[in-house]
């Protein structure tokens, strides 16, 4: 069982920034990878960034070019760094871990964007 716990989400105008972390509760060296998603209110879960255990990034379309994801072993954390924020990325961010013993959720964070 991996529990992961998310952190950093909030109210910001459109063109501001947040840093979202995710604590996980083992070594994230040992997960094939993590990732973010976000979920609108009436819209599917969707993928918004992923690193691999290899350090290889892939990103939505849409925020490609404004959100890094990255990762400190030590601390057993990922980050989502958020710059250029816009209204269309309200949503509440889950964190995701994949492994081959299975795929954990955090329990998400609300991120608010005010035109």
């Known amino acids: 069982q991996v529990q992961l716990v998310e952190s950093g989400g909030g109210l910001v105008q459109a063109g501001g920034s947040l840093r979202l972390s995710c604590a996980a509760s083992t070594s994230i060296s040992r997960l094939n990878s993590m990732g973010w998603y976000r979920q609108a209110p009436g819209k599917q879960r969707e993928l918004v960034a992923l690193?691999?255990?290899?350090?290889?990034?892939r990103y939505a379309d849409s925020v490609k070019g404004r959100f890094t994801i990255s990762r400190d072993n030590a601390k057993n954390t990922v980050y989502l760094q958020m710059n250029s924020l816009q209204p269309e990325d309200t949503a509440v961010y889950y964190c995701n871990a994949y492994s081959g013993s299975g795929t954990w959720w955090g329990q998400g964070t609300q991120v608010t964007v005010s035109s």
């Open positions: 690193i691999s255990g290899g350090g290889i990034t």
